[in-house]
């Protein structure tokens, strides 16, 4: 399932530049298309595009099957006829460099209220169309973000309804005819983003760019998901988890990471036949050409803390469902062309390097990571298979600048021999998109035998660590970096198209 030798961009929707407050699916989606085109590239990489929680986490989502509908573009309801020009002027936002999610959650539901206010018949059975294309998770969605409202935003397990709270078929039923046209609206949103989103996938593959989504394998409790579907999740009665996600402690973090996340309780899943996770991987399929599958580890066995835990150090590892859960992905789809890529970081065993190579997921490589792990480790790139995705870094990384900063003097003089990189004093401190450093760890990466390599926009940029988009393990400051129009323009085209037409890179 190798991808063929070819080469992407990192970034999120979030980031891509624009005047509403974060990046839309609006014509600067289209530009940058157009751009990753000019440049060589085939694939454009994304985090998931799910709602975001209050820490603004694509990670951490009240739904894995709904979009966020922060997305979704102004001009482009007023091209519908749902707003006025004047109502777009004030969904504007001054600052460039971030995503504004405080603002974005004081204003974006009033205006989205106002377009839901003048659908007409055609867009409501539009609506019931694809309503009805995705009964899967759709009227659960749009009902638990209903009934969260009518509570005040209380999580669902605290709920004082007893019936809603438990998915009782009554209440539900009831529910759905008191709150019909609020219903509809959450409805009209994952229909306004669905259809957006498509016609930027159209632009990218007709441009000759694969999408590259990303599917968490976790979900969080406070979700649509759990709520409608307890059973498959290892919940106490009262809706709490027995034990919660997450990792030990590793490079990023020496106490370990707690998302925080419910465990699946897998027996269920399996009684199923997998059901949950099969529609999840469907939809995912329909919205990208590909999806990265992350903590692919914990297929094979994953980190159980206690529910009430602190931290992740004092954990345990469970076996996970292994190949009878891929076997069932298997059966359920036909994947002619490599579609799954396998987060394969971490802590790694004998386990998950035989379910990897089971299933034939091409894993991944991190060009930093080789300079920071001692030894002769997988991450160098003289290291890697022909079958793998390979990184200069993730969304968890810093920035190959920030990351030169940070090394101790002696890795970082032996990654910069590594590169080849022979320039004298402090050169290799320089940013911006001529940075020599930078220029140097993306050709080492690109002579590699990796099937694909994938660079975050911010290291073709030679941008510092101010501009990363997470810090593991921190609550705040994540997931709001936005590029400009300005940053954009500077890029060497020329250069990265060279890269990818001398390492063979455009297929």
């Known amino acids: 399932m190798s991808f063929k030798r070819s080469s992407g961009i990192l970034m999120h929707i979030s980031s891509l530049p624009g005047k509403y407050g974060i990046g839309t699916f609006g014509k600067e989606a289209c530009s940058f298309i157009n751009l990753l085109n000019k440049m060589g590239f085939t694939y454009w990489q994304t985090l998931p595009l799910g709602p975001v929680d209050q820490c ?15 997305f979704i573009d102004p001009e482009l309801l007023a091209e519908e006829g749902l707003l006025t020009q004047d109502e777009v002027k004030s969904s504007e936002y001054s600052d460039p460099y971030s995503a504004a999610y405080e603002w974005l959650d004081e204003t974006r539901p009033t205006l989205f209220r106002k377009a839901f206010s003048r659908i007409d018949d055609q867009i409501r059975s539009d609506i019931k169309i694809f309503e009805n294309e995705q009964r899967h998770w759709l009227p659960d969605y749009a009902l638990y973000m209903t009934l969260k409202n009518q509570f005040h935003g209380k999580d669902w ?26 219903i509809l609206f959450h409805e009209f949103l994952q229909y306004e983003f669905t259809k957006q989103w498509n ?14 989504g990303d599917m968490p394998i976790y979900v969080s409790l406070e979700s649509a998901d759990v709520w409608a579907h307890r059973d498959l999740f290892d919940l106490d009665p009262e809706g709490q988890p027995n034990h919660i ?32 996770w099969i529609d999840r991987i469907g939809r995912s399929l329909e919205i990208y050409d590909a999806v990265r599958i992350d903590h692919f580890r914990g297929f094979s066995a994953y980190w159980a803390v206690a529910g009430t835990a602190k931290t992740a150090r004092n954990g345990k590892w469970l076996e996970g469902p292994g190949m ?62 022909e079958n793998s995705i390979a990184y200069t870094g993730t969304h968890d990384n810093n920035t190959l600048l920030g990351f030169l900063w940070e090394l101790p003097p002696y890795k970082r003089d032996y990654a910069l021999k590594y590169i080849n990189y022979s320039c ?40 510092g660590s101010d501009t990363k988009m997470n810090c593991p393990g921190c609550a705040d400051g994540n997931w709001s970096f936005r590029i400009t129009h300005d940053a954009l323009d500077t890029i060497d085209i020329s250069w990265i198209r060279s890269m990818n037409e001398i390492y063979k890179r455009i297929p």
């Open 324 to 385: 009878d859960f891929f076997n069932a992905v298997f059966n359920a789809f036909d994947f002619k062309e490599p579609r799954i890529i396998a987060e394969d970081l971490g802590v790694m065993d004998e386990g998950v390097t035989n379910l990897l190579q089971e299933t034939g997921f091409p894993g991944m490589r991190i060009l930093q990571f080789g300079f920071i792990e001692e030894g002769n480790n997988q991450h160098l790139p003289h290291n890697y298979v």
């Open 424 to 463: 004298s004093g402090n050169e290799w401190q320089e940013g911006g998109p001529q940075s020599p450093s930078c220029h140097h760890f993306i050709r080492c990466l690109w002579q590699s035998c990796a099937s694909l390599t994938i660079l975050p926009i911010q290291d073709l940029c030679g941008f």
């Open 157 to 182: 397990y605290l709920w004082e309804d007893i019936g809603l709270r438990d998915h009782h078929t009554e209440a539900l039923k009831e529910a759905r005819e008191a709150y019909a046209e609020e």
């Open 56 to 70: 603004h986490s694509p990670y951490k989502s009240p739904s894995a099957f709904a979009g966020n509908p922060f």
């Open 245 to 276: 996600a997450g990792v030990p402690p590793d490079y990023f973090c020496c106490d370990g990471q707690l998302w925080g996340n419910p465990l699946y309780n897998w027996t269920a899943m399996k009684t199923s036949a997998y059901k949950w």
């Open 199 to 212: 016609a930027v996938k159209c632009c990218a593959n007709d441009n000759g760019i694969q999408i590259i």
